[in-house]
């Protein structure tokens, strides 16, 4: 039903911000919820920020707090993970999923729903 296509993942020194984007197709993707998970190698996937339907509630995980900005442009179903003051701790790939659990919900599960393959952060020291 939806296709995710992310992008704008690359090099960066720490303290440096690189805005991801996350490409929707589909005719309803404004009835997802849209979140955004990452992956070092060797560990488990993790939630990173997660934004409702309609863009006007979202939800961090605390190690991203104050630093990433998650939004939605549904006219374009395009959704944006601005990150700033990077640290070599956000090195991985990151991941845009679309899911109908809520904004909460979705942070205690990290599998299901409609993936993206990912695209590679990686934060030099």
């Known amino acids: 039903q939806v296709q995710l296509v992310e992008s704008g993942g690359g090099l960066v020194q720490a303290g440096g911000s690189l805005r991801l984007s996350c490409a929707a197709s589909?005719?309803?993707?404004?009835?997802?919820?849209m979140g955004w998970f990452r992956q070092a190698p060797g560990k488990e996937r993790e939630f990173v920020a997660a934004?409702?339907?309609?863009?006007?509630?979202?939800n961090y995980a605390d190690s991203v707090k104050g630093r990433f900005t998650i939004s939605r442009d549904n006219a374009k179903n395009t959704v944006y993970l601005e990150m700033n003051s990077l640290k070599p701790e956000d090195t991985a790939v990151y991941y845009c999923?679309?899911?109908?659990?809520?904004?909460?919900?979705?942070?205690?599960?990290?599998?299901?729903?409609?993936w993206g393959q990912g695209t590679q952060v990686f934060v030099s020291s």
């Open positions: 999923r679309a899911t109908y659990l809520s904004i909460t919900s979705i942070v205690a599960s990290g599998i299901g729903g409609i």
């Open positions: 589909g005719r309803t993707p404004s009835t997802y919820t």
């Open positions: 934004v409702s339907t309609s863009g006007d509630s979202t």
